[in-house]
């Protein structure tokens, strides 16, 4: 079991690994065969590049400034945009940037297809608004489209918890996340620990 999350040694950020717990991912020997995975040519580029990202942009740069740094310096100028239909207004905007800075950039709704909830067996009781037509979101094609329009880099916009796995699964292009879905939290996600030991301590620990 890996519990990394629960470590207070962090010897895995100081260097000092003959301190590590026993177990530690530092000192699995695993790690020699993954080293060599960061030495794929595709593997490298991505690893090298978001290094140099991260240093140039820390703390100075916000995270759709840090996208695009990310892609010109992989040498990505076709990018993908998969976005939740209620974030239409934010994916219109983020293209528009995108695109003003250089890129060509291609976006697929979550909606694409109009596919009925009824094709995944829904019932109209577990619909979101039961008695209307609900068209399933359909990652698996906005991964193809996407792939079909060659993009070199494809950015989450909001799509749901699920969704996103799916996209990430079909998706043929590197992809990163500019937002996530969280419609009580206005998208930030991370209120929810940061209201943990107060507002929200009985709503998470209670399930």
Known sequence: MYTCAMCSNRSCKTGELDKTPINCPCSDEEQERIKELYQK??????????????A????????????????????????GVAFCTGLSKEAKTLCQILRHNGFEVDSVICKNGS??????????SQKVRPGTYEPMCNPIGQAVFLNKAQTQLNIILGLCVGHDSLFIKYSNA????????????????????????????NKLYNQ
Do not use: M, Q, W
């Open 41 to 54: 040519d595709d593997n490298k580029k991505l690893a090298y590049c978001s290094a140099l990202t991260e």
């Open 56 to 79: 140039e942009g820390y703390c100075k740069k916000t995270r759709l400034e840090e996208i695009e740094d990310f892609a010109n310096k992989c040498g990505y100028k076709k990018l």
């Open 115 to 124: 596919i009925p909830k009824e094709f995944l067996g829904i019932k109209e």
């Open 174 to 201: 590197p992809v990163t996340v500019f937002a996530v879905k969280d419609r009580v939290l206005a998208h930030n996600p991370l209120g929810a620990l940061y209201l943990a030991d107060g507002y929200y301590k």
